[in-house]
């Protein structure tokens, strides 16, 4: 049921104040202070932080396993052997290369089933709810690692698993949000705090570096699982689901947001998903199928990165975890830069939105593929393997403002489905790209090896990215509504781009 601000906005074009002037007593204090933050850059920073901390625990035992499972050096006296031993060998030297593989993949075989389950589960009980409980239960995971590892590899497998269950359910929740709080015009540029993963990545394989050289790999679960827990208290504060729910949005703020809006999208919370019609969506699969592809290239350096940078170009632990993370952190300006020069091409009607969407989406994949294949056929030069690392995962970000910009565009109403949706699909690499590489990399010392990785992977790239040129739009959908009907002048006033897509 709508608020009363919200039915005299759509009768009168502008909202009651009467709801507003009741939260006000009840948080004078509070509401002074808080008001002169805008909710939207709260709600962009909730963002940008929960993905961070989201990706920190998520990729810790990416670069922990390199030291867990390391062979050891008995060529030292027996001092230093000790202190070796205790920080920097592997005491897990006997896990073969598939028990690897299977642990680094495992995050993901539940992480797939749990789409569709977060997006029916933020209709229901919003995002507030599903991401913060979804972050707890990842933290709790990390700060158990530690004694799983030394139970089994098995308990490590099942941990991670429901690890991965728990991190699926947080990009469903929040995209769900974006529809409620954000305006069209300023989509993309929210779509950047996304990006806060890359810096969670970024600071992850350093910060991993650090601790391990120094003091082990256990500090490294324990270290992110207490930030983890640390960020969940501050979410529980600061988020809320909508405007209306908000008790320190000023009164300018929310008119803005509740004419910018649309009225479907805000009187879609709790509607029935209709998930034949998504399911039979060649839009909707098509973000899906695309972005399979980029998954794949994108988790080549995230999770082989560390591997490749050790064996390969041959880097010490503090080295190979600034060089793996520096690109990660960098990433989250280009993010912006994409999202940014998106949102100004199409104000100024330079290109219309679909055709940018699919510009950033070949960015996004084609070209890191590309250069990811010429890594592959570069042994002799250190610097230039770094330069054209650093520039592929820089270009990754374009996604952001190309197909996963996508998801929101066509149906802005059920962006959390239609993410678990498309999710399914292309989250499935994630675990299929590590266990794949496994089974081809038998020996982390051979170039020719990882050739026929990346060869692999720059096939994907581009096989996958057709079905996005071909069906890819920023329609909305007529299954985004709650109504079957959508009358042709509403629906012709929502797809204010429709003919400039057609046109181009």
């Known amino acids: ?13 502008k909202c009651s104040e009467e709801p507003r002037v009741m939260v006000e007593r009840r948080t004078n204090c509070i509401y002074s202070i808080g008001s002169r933050i805008p909710a939207r850059v709260v709600l962009y920073f909730l963002s940008w932080s929960g993905f961070l901390v989201s990706f920190m625990m998520r990729n810790d035992m990416n670069f922990a396993i390199v030291a867990m499972t390391e062979k050891q050096n008995n060529q030292t006296d027996n001092s230093t052997a000790t202190h070796m031993n205790n920080v920097r060998e592997g005491e ?40 913060g409980w979804s972050q707890f239960a990842t933290a709790v995971g990390s700060l158990l690692m530690p004694l799983a590892a030394e139970w089994h590899y098995g308990v490590v497998i099942l941990l991670r698993s429901v690890q991965g269950f728990a991190s699926g359910l947080t990009w469903p929740a929040m995209y769900a949000i974006v529809g409620y709080w954000i305006p069209p015009i300023e989509r ?29 790999w256990r500090l490294v679960f324990y270290t992110t699982g207490i930030i983890g827990m640390s960020w969940c208290v501050i979410w529980y504060f600061l988020a ?83 060089l793996s993370g520096l690109p990660f952190l960098c990433s ?83 962006a959390g489905p239609v993410l678990a949706f498309a999710q399914t699909i292309h989250m499935s690499a994630s675990f299929l790209s590590p266990v794949i590489t496994g089974f081809m990399v038998h020996d982390q010392k051979s170039m020719g090896e990882w050739q026929s990785v990346f060869i692999l992977s720059f096939v994907v790239t581009i096989v996958t990215y057709l079905m996005f040129q071909i069906y890819g739009t920023s329609k909305i959908q007529p299954w985004n509504y709650p109504q079957k009907q959508v009358p042709p002048e509403e629906s012709k006033m929502l797809n204010g781009d429709a003919e400039g897509d057609e046109k181009a």
């Open 240 to 322: 809320f689901n909508t405007p209306g729910e908000h008790p320190r949005i000023s009164q300018n703020e929310l008119e803005y947001i509740e004419l910018n809006v649309s009225s479907e999208v805000k009187d879609g919370q709790g509607m029935k998903v209709p998930w034949k019609s998504i399911f039979s969506s060649l839009p909707a699969w098509s973000i899906g199928v695309t972005t399979f592809g980029r998954i794949w290239v994108h988790y080549q350096f995230i999770m082989s990165g560390p591997t490749y940078m050790k064996y390969i170009l041959k880097f010490d632990y503090q080295a190979n975890g600034v």
């Open 92 to 131: 897990f030297s006997n896990w073969t290369s598939n028990v690897n593989s299977a642990i680094l993949g495992s995050f993901y075989w539940c992480y797939v089933l749990s789409q569709v389950v977060g997006g029916i589960a933020t209709q229901y009980f919003g995002t507030k709810n599903v991401f």
């Open 332 to 414: 989250y300006v280009s993010a912006v830069f994409f999202c940014w020069a998106t949102d100004v091409i199409v104000t100024k009607n330079i290109l219309s939105l679909t055709n940018i969407r699919k510009i950033n989406t070949a960015l996004s994949q084609i070209v890191p593929g590309l250069l990811l294949l010429i890594i592959g056929y570069i042994d002799d030069n250190i610097i230039v393997v770094l330069v054209i690392w650093f520039i592929a995962v820089t270009l990754i970000t374009a996604s952001y403002a190309g197909a996963m910009a996508s998801i929101v565009d066509i149906a802005p109403n059920l």
């Open 188 to 216: 993309s540029r929210f779509m950047s705090s996304f990006q806060g993963f890359s810096i969670g990545i970024g600071l992850t394989y350093p910060l991993c570096g650090f601790i391990i050289a120094n003091f082990g």
């Open 1 to 13: 049921m709508m608020s009363k601000s919200k039915e005299k906005l759509q009768k009168n074009g």
